[in-house]
Every structure is written in structure tokens, then in C-alpha cells.
């Protein structure tokens, strides 16, 4: 099978906000607990942070890391973790039914963001809270001292504010699972409130609302209007989640998923121009995808915890999902989507970083080592910055249960000037078929590949685990070659690759 690819410096969609490569925290689990914290662990820092993890965080280099949920912020009391440790309150979580010792709270995360050289992400309880915690808890970490919120900070150690840009107004508050789950109206009244007391702090902060759990949610797409009608002008991005499963194990319909996401975005993306136009207004609110992954794998043995039958267990190994190499590919057109849709999601956050549908995965006292998926993001992370190219491609498709006609190639372009590279990202979705790949390279003078990354496999269900960590891993690639302004690759069945090329 044979495909064309035209990439043209002129023809870019926008530049990528960095922050598109941001990935997610939250208190469940053993995402925080024998995940980044371990204090008896051989690698452990003085404040208990795991080595072995902050050395495979920081390879990736994650822009924010979103903290401390999801569900669980939507019934968290800030408050129960600061101070002493000795003297933290252990508390009930009713989002996974679990115990949550405090023992990390914004001190310690705010610490292991420096370590992994990340900046915090941070969302705000307006389920069973609202506007007097926002204030306070912005007041605590942003706030000078010789105020009272202030001053608390460094006494519990901190003088400088912590200087937190971003907040996440609640969580998934569309979702009857929510604590404290409102209406479109409720939710919109209240955190337009709350963007406007938190903007009187400080009017530099970025604000995001939320937007709908997924969309096949029933309040979707009217939810978006009606909560952007409330905040429009209040609040810079409005959050969308999505999560991908395979559960009928149809793999030609599960790599298409990106094409009901595609429709996502461009859904909301309308949704919000609506908005601007009825209101006149002359402002931008982006998206911010900040939950997204694979996610399904684990559901049937996190039933009798999330059922409340194993009572209240301390960080219990819930949503370990162990990812296999057709979720590398998943990964990749996830991915390669939020790149070519630069121009409106300008933050997004993988959802989640370790243990909890991670790409990373830890024992306790044990290893630390890379799931399948953490590849296809390292790759986006590290070399798809710069800007998104408008690419015309050409190959052959099929119809799938989300979109007709969905090409075998699925493929994103990024230049980098500074550097002067240009990188695509390719997925074969053909299952037998080898595709020949010939990209037309116009107006980027004389190239050569520089780097060529291929992740294939025998099986799609291969796996890493402690004992066999590099059966899904990437390989250098062979055979591409650039001739005049024509650069030809091969692309295996069911395979994922990154080229670069120095131009
Ligand atoms: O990431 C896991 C959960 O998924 C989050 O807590 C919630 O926001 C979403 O439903």
C-alpha cells in the first residue's frame, strides 16, 4: 500500500503550546503512595519522594502535572495537608471509597515538582466546598506574607509564594458521580464567582472551568454553552476528558477513537465561538484536555473496592491498567490529534502519571519501569514542540464503528525553526498491509534524517512488567532515505514511528 504526505513550511496550523504535553496526579490509588512517595524506599529523598520515578518523570519533560484530582478533589480539605505530618488527619476518600493519609500534600508535591522540574497544575474543591476555600487555598499559595495565609505557608516552611499560574475550577462537576455534582446553571453561576474573586487576587492567573466528562455525556454539548455563558469572560480554557477503551476487542475500531475526539474538540471549539459571538466578546477560551489515556484494562478488578466491599484500604492498586502495544499506537493518534488541533487545546494532561493508568508503573520497595504508552508520549513530550504543519495526506481508508473512510496512516508534522527539525509522528493502522510512505518536503531547503524511532511487535496484547521491561520498546529505524525534497519511509503493520529530519 502506498501513501503521499505534503508538508509545506507556509501551510502550519499553529504554533504547540508546550503545555499540551502536561500529564495528571491525583490522590488515588497508589498514584501519590508507592508511586512518586515511598518514604522506606531504597531511592527515596528526604521528604520520601522516590528517585527511581522522578528520574523517569523527568525524562519526559512534563510541562504541569495536574494535582490533586480528578473525583478525589471534589470532597479534599487542602487544609489536612499541611503542617506536621505526624499531625495530619487521615481521612475517608469518597470518590474511590479508600483512606488517605495526608501525608503528601501541597508542600511535598510543590517539592517533587522542582525535583522533576514541572510546574503544578492545581484544582480547586467546588463540590463540597466553593468559593471561601478557593479564595484561601490561592491566598496560601500564591499569597505575600504578612498575611495571614502567608504567613501560615512559612510557618509550615515555605516563605516565597509557591506562584501556582494555573487552576482547575472543580472536577467533572457535570457527572452524577461528582461529590457536590451540579447543573450546567448551578456550576456556571458558581464558578464564573469564583473566576472573578480568584481573578481579583491575581488577574494574570489562567482559569479553567469544566467542560463535559466525555461526550457521550447527556448534558454534552449543551453544557459547555451554558457554563460558557456564565464564565465566558471570566475563565481562559474550559476542560474535556476522554478516555479510550477496546473492550470488544475490535482493533480497527479502536484505533479510529481519534476520530470521535477529533469531532470532540471540534464540537467545543464551535460551542465556544458560539459563545464569544453572542456575547461580543473579544477574548479566547482554549481547551484544555487535561484528562486523557487509555483506560479499561483494570475495570473488572477494581470492582470490589470502587463497590465499597473491601472497606477503606490505604492506597490499594486501583486503575492499573497494564497497557499492551496496541495502546501504543492509541497513544500516538491521541497524540498526533492534539497536535493537529494546536490551535485550540493548548493544555493537556495525560491521565496519570504513575501507577493509576500511568505510563509509568513502580513496586513497592521494588522497580520503577516504562509501560508501553510511556514511548509514543515521550516522543510528542520531548520532540513535538514548535509548530503544527497542515498536512495533505493521501492514502487508502476504511469505514470504522467513529468515521468513514479513516486513512492507514494516521500522521502529524511539527517544525521546530529554533532547531531547525521538522519531526512527524506516524501510526499504521493496517494490520498486514506494509505501507510506503513518500512525504513531499516543499520550502524547507535540503534535509536529512537525523533520528528514526519504529515500535512494532509480534502481539498486539505484548506487555512490559517488572521482570520484562523492554519487551514493547522502541527500535531505530532503517531504510528511510531523502532524495531531493522526497522523503520515503516504510511503515510496518500496526506500527508507530518518529522521524526527524534536520532541514
Ligand atoms: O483519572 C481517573 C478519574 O477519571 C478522575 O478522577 C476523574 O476526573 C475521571 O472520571
Known amino acids: 500500500m502506498r501513501a503521499t504526505v505534503t508538508a509545506h513550511s507556509d501551510y502550519t496550523i499553529s504554533r504547540i503550546d508546550d503545555r499540551v504535553y502536561g500529564a495528571f496526579l491525583e490522590h488515588l490509588g497508589r498514584a501519590i503512595y508507592t508511586g512518586i512517595y515511598e518514604p522506606d524506599h531504597p531511592t527515596a529523598d528526604a521528604d520520601g519522594m522516590r528517585g527511581d520515578v522522578a528520574q523517569l518523570v523527568r525524562e519526559l519533560k512534563i510541562p504541569m502535572v495536574r494535582y490533586p484530582g480528578g473525583n478525589f478533589v471534589s470532597a479534599y480539605n487542602w487544609e489536612d495537608g499541611i503542617g506536621p505530618r505526624d499531625q495530619r488527619p487521615t481521612r475517608l476518600d469518597l470518590a474511590w471509597h479508600t483512606s488517605d493519609s495526608n501525608q503528601v500534600g501541597i508542600h511535598e508535591f510543590a ?43 512559612k510557618k509550615n516552611g515555605r516563605a516565597d509564594p509557591f506562584d501556582v499560574k494555573l487552576w482547575c475550577l472543580g472536577n467533572e462537576m457535570d457527572g452524577p458521580w461528582q ?58 480554557h474550559i476542560s474535556l476528558h476522554m478516555y479510550f477503551a477496546n473492550r470488544e476487542k475490535n482493533t480497527a475500531n479502536y484505533l479510529a477513537l481519534n476520530e470521535k475526539l477529533d469531532r470532540y474538540i471540534g464540537t467545543v471549539a464551535s460551542t465556544i465561538n ?8 473579544s477574548r479566547d477560551v482554549y481547551i484544555s484536555f487535561d484528562e486523557w489515556n487509555v483506560w479499561y484494562h483494570s ?22 491498567d497494564i497497557y499492551n502495544f496496541e495502546d501504543v499506537l492509541q497513544v500516538g493518534l491521541i497524540l498526533n490529534t492534539f497536535i493537529r488541533r494546536s490551535d485550540v487545546v493548548k493544555l493537556a494532561c495525560i491521565a496519570q502519571l504513575v501507577n493509576v493508568i500511568a505510563p509509568i508503573m513502580t513496586d513497592p520497595k521494588g522497580q520503577a519501569w516504562r509501560q508501553t504508552i510511556y514511548y509514543p508520549y515521550y516522543f510528542a513530550s520531548v520532540y513535538g514542540r514548535g509548530t503544527a504543519l497542515q498536512l495533505a495526506v493521501n492514502c487508502p481508508g476504511y469505514d470504522a464503528e467513529h468515521g468513514d473512510n479513516v486513512g492507514y496512516v494516521d500522521v502529524s508534522g511539527v517544525r521546530n525553526a529554533e532547531e531547525g527539525t521538522v519531526t512527524f509522528f506516524a501510526v499504521n493502522r493496517h494490520g498486514s498491509e506494509t505501507i510506503d510512505l513518500e512525504v513531499s518536503l516543499e520550502g524547507f531547503g535540503a534535509g536529512t534524517v537525523i533520528d528514526h524511532q519504529v515500535m512494532t511487535h509480534a502481539s498486539l496484547e505484548a506487555v512490559n512488567t517488572a521482570a520484562d521491561q523492554h519487551n514493547v520498546a522502541p527500535r531505530p529505524g532503517s531504510g528511510a532515505r531523502i532524495e531531493g525534497k522526497l522523503l520515503s519511509l516504510r511503515l510496518p503493520p500496526y506500527s508507530y514511528q518518529m522521524i526527524r529530519i534536520k532541514a
Open 111 to 153: 517539592a517533587w515538582c522542582d525535583t522533576v522540574d514541572t510546574q503544578m497544575m492545581l484544582a480547586i474543591n467546588l463540590g463540597s466546598r466553593g468559593l471561601d476555600e478557593a479564595r484561601n487555598f490561592l491566598e496560601y499559595v500564591n499569597g505575600p506574607t504578612g498575611s495571614y495565609w502567608g504567613d501560615l505557608r
Open 179 to 236: 461529590v457536590g455534582h451540579k447543573t450546567a446553571h448551578e456550576y456556571g453561576r458558581l464558578a464564573n464567582e469564583v473566576a472573578k474573586t480568584m481573578r481579583a487576587f491575581d488577574k494574570s492567573l489562567e482559569l479553567i472551568v469544566c467542560g463535559s466528562s466525555h461526550s457521550n455525556m447527556p448534558t454534552y454539548p449543551d453544557w459547555e454553552r451554558e457554563v460558557l455563558e456564565h464564565t465566558y469572560e471570566s475563565v481562559d
Open 274 to 281: 458560539f459563545v464569544k459571538s453572542k456575547k461580543r466578546s
Open 299 to 320: 475495570n473488572k478488578q477494581d470492582r470490589a473496592i470502587l463497590d465499597g466491599n473491601s472497606g477503606w484500604p490505604h492506597a490499594p492498586r486501583l486503575l492499573e
